[in-house]
């Protein structure tokens, strides 16, 4: 099992940005593909990026295409993705959760795929 931590969230003001970051931890070998999704109140669970471990495929939601980045370390020693959000929106107001899949899928914005959670940090970005 992985285990998953995030941290970076807050209150920003529109147009500002915001980087998360998301720690794993545990049976961090078998790592494929680690991602961020979003849920604003009433609202489904949304995809927002992923990045495969192994070789750094990126893929992003239609939403925040152009505007955020995600990347892992560089050294892959610390099993940490983050997310850098520019441009911030107030519709980008959300909780935001790291997740990881720890088998190969073809799947990366779908959350039925992903087998490891993190609790979420909640970002809030006013006009």
């Known amino acids: 099992q992985v285990q998953l931590e995030e941290s970076g969230g807050g209150l920003v003001q529109a147009g ?6 998301c720690a794993a931890s545990g049976r961090t070998s078998n790592l494929f593909r680690m991602g961020w999704f979003r849920q ?10 992923a990045v ?12 925040v295409k152009g505007r955020f980045i995600i990347s ?7 099993n940490t993705v983050y997310l850098r959000m520019n441009y911030l929106e107030p519709s980008d ?16 914005q779908r959350e039925e795929f992903y087998d490891s959670w993190g ?3 909640q970002v809030t970005v006013s006009s």
């Open 16 to 21: 500002d940005s915001l980087t998360l970051s």
């Open 52 to 63: 495969m471990w192994s070789v750094g495929s990126i893929s992003y939601g239609d939403s």
């Open 72 to 78: 892992r370390d560089p050294t892959q020693n610390t």
């Open 119 to 121: 609790r979420g940090t």
């Open 40 to 49: 604003a109140p009433g609202n489904q669970r949304e995809f927002v990026a």
């Open 93 to 108: 107001t959300a909780v935001y959760y790291c997740a990881a899949q720890t088998s190969p899928s073809q799947f990366s």
